[in-house]
């Protein structure tokens, strides 16, 4: 009967022990899960220097989980591009170690490759190292929430930490065109909704594009008294687009959209675009393409003497009756001249045009180059002998690219003409330079091509087209793209050069008076349905 008595208070006790445990492990866990759950902002460091980062941690049971990393320059730096992609979370039981590892892109700047941390936490902060050669360590620490994002529409509460900045009265006080991402799900599908605003002295017009809404709205020029510019929707709709009021903050090249209905959430954007003022005498680089440079006169191609030419100069110029820029790349609004030399009349046979570009806003000097030579093949130089020159003339490329026969040269120059090295030529590349919402100009080249076959001479009338992306962080490009043929000889040899400042500009010139256009006529066109008289 004892023995009995004993065995059952063992049992109970047992059981009452396993479920201790049980509790134990499972607030242990959930402990560890809410400790990690959330948004870390810091900073890490790699070839480029030290960058911005935040790392989102959206689920985590205690031993794994997902999430999104982010990368950005950090405040006053430029030295690195902005992006972000998914990444799985691991940390095994009984250890101190998290490991993120990167899963898939969600936005990717060119030249960067996703890289993975080892972190340990350590209250409210996770410091670490990054796995990748080159890189040194990471220190993130844990912000509070608030976000670029939206769910089906409405604000979702995803985490990041934004810097309000100066507050504007007049958006004439920020000129230019910012754009920005903002996040959405349909469904268990994440997108990324670009969001532009483009901003002049008489008002704005502020643009979501996603799968589930289109809107746009008018945004007054001055704001009222709570500092609060009024958004007026002019097309969308009326389900999915209201109107409101939005406060705008410039933090330096960001612009913090706050304060508002419109998204739930401050929305940060960057500067992509707007008038660039450039010091009386800042430096060009000293690079030539047959003896023309850039901040040359566009009119030096007429005394270009190497052999017998043809000469032609004219205007490329927008179309005034198709200002809706439905494809954000327009050709170039500039004077331009352009010398070809035919291959019959050239003394080693073959056929050569360069063309220069001359913005208004820079007078008569030259602010793009374009060059375009196919040779013929008995006078057709070594494709490798022709790179080593230019490396030697050039020095170290920024960029270097080889696709197939196809080898791509560019050199990139700071504002004040020194050469970029690799490690710093995130700061010329664009963000998206597939994106349709990418500003960008294109010059154009027309040449007449001769070409030998069996003894007969061919002759096709083709045109060059070279897209120029401006990045406001950089001063000048200079790409030379060499194809060989089979046996190692040039078959088309072409030159590209451009200075960013200058053809931003221009751009925003062209954007900034469409964007006057469109403003007064919506205004006009808002303010005539407001009074109108109600016919019974």
């Not at 759950?37 to 070839?47: F, H, L, N, P």
């Not at 101190?96 to 340990?120: D, E, R």
């Not at 490009?477 to 194809?483: D, E, F, G, R, V």
Request: hydrophobic share 35%.
């Amino acid at each position: 009967m004892l023995n009995s008595i004993y065995s059952e208070a063992i049992r109970r006790f047992s059981g009452l022990l396993i479920c201790s445990i049980g509790v134990l492990f499972s607030t242990f866990s959930h402990a560890q899960s809410s400790a990690l759950t959330g948004v870390w902002q810091g900073s890490y460091k790699c070839g480029q220097g030290a960058t911005g980062s935040t790392l989102e941690v959206q689920t985590f049971d205690g031993q794994q989980g997902q999430g999104v990393f982010s990368f950005y320059n950090l405040a006053g730096q430029r030295n690195a591009a902005s992006g972000s992609y998914q990444v799985d979370i691991y940390r095994p039981a009984g250890q101190q170690n998290i490991t993120i590892k990167p899963k898939a892109w969600i936005k990717q700047p060119g030249g960067y490759s996703m890289v993975g941390f080892t972190l340990n936490q350590a209250g409210s902060a996770l410091n670490g190292n990054v796995d990748f050669g080159g890189c040194d360590s990471i220190s993130l620490k844990r912000q509070d929430k608030s976000a670029n994002t939206m769910e089906d529409g409405k604000g979702a509460n995803q985490p990041a930490t934004v810097n309000q900045g100066r507050p504007l009265t007049s958006t004439q006080d920020s000129p230019g065109i910012w754009q920005g991402l903002l996040s959405s799900h349909l469904g268990s599908i994440k997108r990324a909704n670009p969001v532009t605003l483009t901003l002049i002295d008489t008002g704005g017009i502020l643009h979501l594009d996603s799968l589930t809404q289109s809107c746009k709205w008018l945004i007054s020029g001055q704001a009222n008294q709570q500092g609060q510019f009024s958004a007026t929707v002019y097309r969308g709709k009326p389900q999915n687009c209201k109107n409101g009021t939005v406060s705008l903050n410039n933090d330096g090249d960001k612009l913090v959209l706050a304060n508002t209905p419109l998204f739930n959430q401050p929305l940060v954007l960057q500067r992509h675009l707007g008038p660039v003022e450039r010091p009386a005498g800042e430096p060009v680089p000293d690079f030539k393409v047959l003896g023309v440079g850039l901040g040359n006169m566009v009119d030096k191609l007429q005394d270009l003497s190497e052999a017998p030419k043809q000469f032609k100069a004219g205007q490329h110029d927008n179309p005034q009756g198709n200002r809706r820029f439905v494809n954000a790349e327009m050709p170039l609004n500039a004077l331009y001249s352009t010398v070809v030399w035919p291959f019959n009349t050239h003394p080693n046979a073959h056929q050569d045009v360069l063309s220069a570009y001359a913005v208004r806003l820079r007078g008569n000097h030259i602010s793009a180059i374009q060059r375009i030579h196919r040779p013929m093949p008995n006078s057709a130089p070594n494709a490798s002998a022709y790179a080593q020159a230019l490396l030697a003339q050039y020095g170290t490329p920024s960029q270097e690219t080889a696709k197939h026969k196809t080898r791509t040269f560019t050199w990139h120059y700071d504002r004040q003409a020194k050469l970029l090295p690799a490690t710093q030529a995130a700061r010329c590349t664009p963000e998206n330079p597939n994106d349709r919402d990418q500003l960008r100009a294109r010059i154009s080249t027309e040449y007449a091509w001769f070409k030998l076959y069996h003894g007969k001479v061919t002759v096709t009338e083709q045109t060059a087209n070279s897209t120029l992306i401006p990045v406001s962080d950089c001063g000048f490009t200079l790409t030379y793209s060499l194809t060989a043929q089979d046996n190692g000889t040039v078959d088309r040899l072409s030159a590209v050069a451009f200075d960013h400042t200058a053809i931003a500009n221009s751009i925003w010139q062209d954007r900034a008076r469409y964007a006057k256009t469109e403003v007064s006529q919506q205004a006009k066109r808002l303010e005539k349905g407001a009074n109108a008289k109600l016919r019974l």
